[in-house]
């Protein structure tokens, strides 16, 4: 089974330049989360999508952050303007959501691809 | 809402000697629990996950977990250290159902000395 592929590895841009982050999740996975990791801390959540439609991003900063998932499957991430505090590294997990206990669809582990680090100068 | 609490940034071992990361949660409902593992400059990889069957939870290379409600903890162990265990480790809690985010703790350093 093919993981999540995340691009580009690697980005460097300048403040107040745009940038751009794609993700291909596992195929069938329903649920697709963008998280950021700064440096010495642990992921904080930006924006979650249940197939095409966002159930979460109460901490994805708006006026600068847009993500979308067309089709329900491949994700983009975009930073616009960049700034100095958004270098960290960013992650596209998914997640199947099938696992059934007592009636209830519980929520499944999530599966990480290898990140993105953002440097920003 | 749901949180999560890892009580120690840091935790060092011996080789061979016994391995305690401390995890408290948070959760409205009924959680799921894991234990995920980063070591440097790789990905995030699932230790381990509690969701509502056995409440000790046996993951890979030898790690457990065992979930406790009434103390609201889910600490990861492991009988005897091994250098390759040296990594970053985050307790991860969520709300239970599906559809709830994942939510990370600040993550322990575990440092294993020779």
């Known amino acids: 089974e093919a993981g999540v592929a995340q691009s580009p590895r690697y980005k460097i841009i300048e403040k107040r330049q745009s940038v751009a982050f794609w993700c291909n999740p596992i195929?069938?996975?329903?649920?697709l989360y963008w998280y950021q990791q700064i440096l010495g801390q642990g992921p904080k959540l930006l924006i979650q999508?249940?197939?095409?439609?966002?159930?979460?991003d109460s901490q994805l900063p708006k006026d600068r952050f847009s993500a979308e998932r067309l089709k329900g499957v491949d994700s983009t991430l975009k930073i616009q303007p960049a700034k100095l505090e958004d270098s960290a590294v960013y992650l596209c997990a998914s997640s199947s959501n099938r696992e059934v206990y007592r009636d209830r669809t519980l929520n499944t582990e999530a599966f990480f691809g290898q990140g993105t680090r953002l440097t920003v100068v | 809402a749901q949180s999560v609490t890892q009580l120690d940034s840091h935790v060092s071992v011996s080789e061979g000697t016994p391995v305690l990361l401390r995890c408290n949660y948070s959760?409205?409902?009924?959680?799921?629990l894991f234990w995920y593992v980063q070591h440097p400059n790789k990905g995030l990889q699932l230790l381990l996950k509690y969701t509502s069957a056995a409440t000790l939870v046996k993951g890979i290379n030898g790690f457990e977990a065992e979930f406790k409600k009434s103390e609201t903890s889910f600490h990861l162990t492991k009988p005897s250290a091994h250098m390759s265990d040296a990594a970053e480790y985050f307790c991860?809690?969520?709300?239970?159902?599906?559809?709830?985010?994942?939510?990370f703790g600040k993550g322990t350093t575990l440092s294993v000395s020779s």
């Open positions: 999508f249940q197939n095409n439609g966002v159930v979460d």
């Open positions: 959760s409205s409902y009924s959680p799921s």
């Open positions: 195929s069938g996975h329903a649920t």
């Open positions: 991860v809690v969520s709300g239970g159902q599906a559809g709830t985010a994942l939510i």
